[in-house]
């Protein structure tokens, strides 16, 4: 009887021993000091503390947003010991998910404390595991305390460019590597700082610059991390026009004589297709024509490739209903001048006819295709002209006027140029305007449409759509498929979020940015809208969201930021709503946030998404029975990233000059990337040939 009592006895006890253990290990594992300062708890985790690698983590980013480092390190060395790698959107439980940055925490805590070499060498570990924007930003700061602890000299980078003196090319491109020991930190071209993803002893930099006509000082400053400074000044000739021929003598099989005037220089002038018989001295040519040369074609080239060509005949330099009753000999023989004399050159002055503008095969109204239409233009005056200028208007504003006629004691009666005019989207007005020296003057005005070619217009481009940062709102975008995609990164309870004022700055930053790029099609969650109308921020043209064609966006643009005692970190994510899978990751970090520091962020995160995701082109070449090829020019597109596939349509041509006016596209498929340059169709309008292009959307 005693023996059965005691064993129901050990089985009631079981149970309330387990108990008791289990509430003794709840306990333990959750001990740990819990601080309050300024009414705010710190040491505390959302949830029960169950021992885990998050459950450590977290505390230690409460412990580090109320300054308790020693505390924070312990939990740091705890967390690290049960789960040692970094990662971003590391899962914890369910489908829960943070960003794990165990050793980069660790390296900023011991930066505060002054343990310079045991910050460097987490934080590197930390950016050689998973690299990130603050990680980059505390390394450097590590770097610069121990070059100071030694007493390095503040020396400055030395500075390599290679540009264009003189160029016609759009953009001009400029490139360099600048060095130094004491880690190059930040470079300058142009008022604009080169994106870095982090400072180095070598940066190597290029970049594209859309340079307009005429000679540009530019300057480029490349700084170390100890403040020491390199700066050069650069200047660049952009010269995207022919030479300017001007004629002041013609008398047919005679001699024709003028002047040759560009900027680049002067690389070659032909007369009918030869240089024979040509004599050029200080830019004065002197052509002895044959007997039967009475129409002549010159042809002048500059030493950028520039070239402008002009037709000389008795009939352009003479007007039959104005002067019928003097002999032509006379006309053709005398100097194209306004000093009377005895050949009746006095006609001239007294004529009220102003000078003429020809624009070569243009219209009144014209299409192209291009960014740049060559304009070649011929003026003939019954006197020297004085004045010479071409000039552009469009919707955007007025470019200034190109002076043809520099050299004003070097003019004629008949002057030819050829100018390569920038269009921008829509109408563009080309204006003349030529003036003699009597005061008279023309206005020739040309309207030229600039049409985008249909395969790179915005309704082909990858579409994003941005939600609210911070917010979980965006789950109604995925609607069914909620339950298997739950969630973005959480951070700690203690954890801050951007101010919201600061939050939704830097959100219409950010927009503002992404649009202006023309990269994406952007699309705004209609929660996000309103959250932005909230502070009155100047409305932003979107992609609407009934776009025909058009019925959903391809991705999510995702959201957190994150606020300690130190500073204030965004992580972006753009995430696709076809496989619910991360498509790209970029983050940005500022010490000391304000209204500038808000806008540098946004246009960082913007230049980071854009350089990792860029539009790119190629072309079909090879086609097999089974799989399709496909070369891009600059580097491989991402697998499984949308593809279009299109055909150029037959250029159309200038009549006159034959110069091209570009080429509409005609698109003939859709297709994904798949390994190795292939590509996988979807849809096909037209049989697809080798020699065919593609471009990602």
Known sequence: MHKKRF????????????????????CAVSHGPVFEKDGKKFGVVRGNFTDRWYDYYERALSYIDGGFYDE??????VAIKKRPAEKRWTNTYGMHFMDYFPHRETGIIHYFLGNYDAAKSELELSGSQEPSAKARFYLDEVRKHIMLRGKKDISKPVLTLKYPQKTRDDPVTISGVAKDERYVSEIILFGEKILMESSDQMISFEKDLPLMQGRHKIEVIARNL??????????????????VIIINKFVPGVVMQGYLYDESGIKSFIVNGTENNVSVDNNAFNVFLKPDMRNITLSAIDTLGNKTRANISPETITSKKRFKTVPRNLLLAQNFSDIADDSGSQLFLISNDRPGIILKGWPEKETVFKKYADIEVQVKGK????????QVESKTGQYPAINKLRDNHKTGRIVSFNQSVSLEQGKNTIIVRAKDISGRESIKKIVITRQIPEVLRLTHRYAVKMCPFDSKTWKKEVGVFQRLFSGIPIFSGSSRFMKTENRALFQQLLLGSFISNNRFQVMVQKELQTYLNEYNFER???TPYERKGLKNPHALLLGNTFTDRNGIEVTARLVSLKTFEEIVTKDVYVKFPCRSALRSMAEELSEKFHNALPLMDGKINRI???KIYAIFESEKTRQGWPIILYREQAPRYNPVTGISLGSDTEIIGNAGMGKNETIFVTTQNSGIRKGDKVINR
């Open 540 to 542: 932003i043209m979107v």
């Open 226 to 243: 100890l403040g020491g400074e390199e700066k050069q000044t650069i200047f660049i000739h952009v010269d995207r026009s022919g030479p």
């Open 383 to 390: 006197t020297r002209i004085k004045e010479l200028t071409i």
């Open 72 to 77: 924070a390190l312990f939990d740091l060395n």
């Open 624 to 626: 097999t029975k089974k």
């Open 7 to 26: 064993k129901k006895i050990q089985i009631l006890l079981i149970p309330l021993i387990l108990f008791q253990l289990l509430w003794l290990y709840a």
